[in-house]
């Protein structure tokens, strides 16, 4: 089956600026849960949603948001872009989003700031 | 407050070195493990997984890690690198009935030939 699909995979925005990163789940998984990947600190959990409900949330600002369609696709947006967001942000699907069933990761989106 | 933490940032060894890496963690409750991997280029792939019951591990790749529960430690190890073990491990941690995991800042492994 099809793995964990975000797009696109590499984005260069301008400060100031916002953003839309897109992630297709495995079919069949119903939660997707986004995080952030810096070379410093890691995979930082940004939050998760399940069946179109934002389910859990990290401790990022609120110009991070998230939606869920009611096909499980997920979007990110960024709005007011800073260059410490540059980052790869990273999807990932499970079927019921507890981490016992376990998660597939996405290969990222890669986002330059500049 | 939960956390994991990898005190081994950068591991350089030569192939058919054995290899331990660390990871401790800090979490209230019952935890399940994980150790990812994410060859350079490639997605995160899940090594092994912790739940319950045995203790040591075996995951893909010869890899094996030790949950031992008195020292909040779960190490991961490998007998006997090769080059193509080349990539960056992370430890991580979740409650069985969350969905949210937290990740030590990871280990950079290189093996050269």
Redesign the interface.
Known sequence: KA??TQTPRYLIKTRGQQVTLSCSPISGHR?V?W?QQTP??????LF?Y?SETQ??K?NFPGRFSGRQFSNSRSEMNVSTLELGDSALY?C?S?SQ????Y??T????TRLTVV | AQSVSQHNHHVILSEAASLELGCNYSYGGTV?L?W?VQYPG?????LL?Y?SGDPLVKGIKGFEAEFIKSKFSFNLRKPSVQWSDTAEY?C?A?????????????TRLQVFP
């Open positions: 793995g964990v939660s849960s995080y410093g600190q890691g995979l930082q959990f998760e399940f389910r859990n990290g990273l990932a499970s989003g507890q981490t016992t376990g998660y990761f996405g290969s990222g | 399940n994980f990812y490639q997605h995160l792939q899940l997984k739940f992370f991580a979740g409650g069985p009935n969350t969905d949210k995991l937290i990740f030590g800042t990871g």
